[in-house]
């Protein structure tokens, strides 16, 4: 079984905020475990797979999970260095409201269909903040918990998420693909590479990749580099090396992709975070 650590980060009548980071320990599949109650769980950095059942999941920075009270997982780390995720719980009533009706198993007690859901980057951008915020202690509750809520109707919605929706061998195809770009945030690969890593023709990856996760493969490798960047912010002085150190060819071209995905520069970002004296 993998070591991992949780960290409360906010515990109110409407809301619980966990932190939870595991050191990858368990490269294959752990012993069976349940979820005691339902919550959203954000990674935010590194990778792991999570089984239930027959149908196994990739969770990185560009998805949120669904974990069902009662619902029995397995875990496994296929990429070495662990990860680290935030788990949201709210209310089961709020949760209710927030949820459209086509996303939720019909019949008490609540639960979700679907084992994932693609965010956007204004939700990755809500997750660093929430953490950031209560890390520090920089964020009052109130925000905390306002924060959280829209974190979540953001996560469920037809316009700010996406469900994949493949057959189990795409699905499986495209998942491959996730785990090379994970394996190295930084590297420029090339298509060619990532297709003979993955065992399919350069044409076919790129094809089924955008029919499963409506993204381009480029632009999805683009939003695991920044979803790092926003997980590091707080770590770095010089943002010019930060933005080399996870494979930008310049500064500039890290503050403009950073500022398109999330209306912000790095350095504003930090500031409004309040990871850097003004």
């Known amino acids: 079984m993998s070591q991992f650590s949780t960290a409360p980060l906010l515990k109110t009548k409407t809301v619980t905020i966990r932190d939870i980071v595991c050191n990858g320990e368990c490269r294959h599949k752990s012993d069976e475990e349940c979820a005691h109650r339902t919550s959203l769980v954000y990674p935010y950095r590194g990778v792991f797979m999570r089984h239930v059942g027959r149908n196994d999941t990739v969770a990185e920075a560009n998805q949120v999970l669904f974990f069902n009270a009662g619902q029995g997982y397995r875990i496994s780390h296929p990429i070495e260095g662990g990860d680290a995720c935030i788990d949201l719980a709210i209310d089961e009533s709020m949760l209710e409201e927030l949820t459209p009706k086509e996303q939720a198993q019909p019949g008490p007690p609540f639960s979700f269909r679907r084992q994932r859901r693609r965010i956007d980057p204004r939700a990755q951008a809500l997750v660093a903040l929430l953490r950031h915020g209560l890390r520090r202690n920089v964020a009052e509750t109130l925000e905390a918990e306002i924060l959280a809520l829209t974190l979540v109707r953001r996560s469920l919605g037809e316009r700010t ?98 500022k398109q995905s999330f209306g912000q520069t790095p350095a504003e970002f930090q500031r409004a975070a309040q990871l850097r004296r003004r």
Request: aromatic residues 10%; positive net charge; hydrophobic residues 45%.
């Open 161 to 258: 998420s996406h469900a994949a929706g493949a057959s189990a061998g795409r699905q499986k195809l495209v998942d491959r693909a996730k785990l090379v770009l994970s394996s190295d945030l930084a590297r420029r690969w090339t298509l060619s590479e990532i297709a003979t890593e993955v065992g399919v023709s350069p044409v076919y990856l790129t094809q089924v990749f955008q029919q499963v996760e409506a993204t381009p493969l480029y632009r999805y490798q683009l939003r695991l580099r920044l979803a790092r960047a926003l997980d590091l912010l707080g770590q770095y002085e010089d943002l010019t090396a930060l933005g080399l150190d996870l494979g930008f060819s310049s500064h500039s071209h890290f503050s403009a992709s950073f």
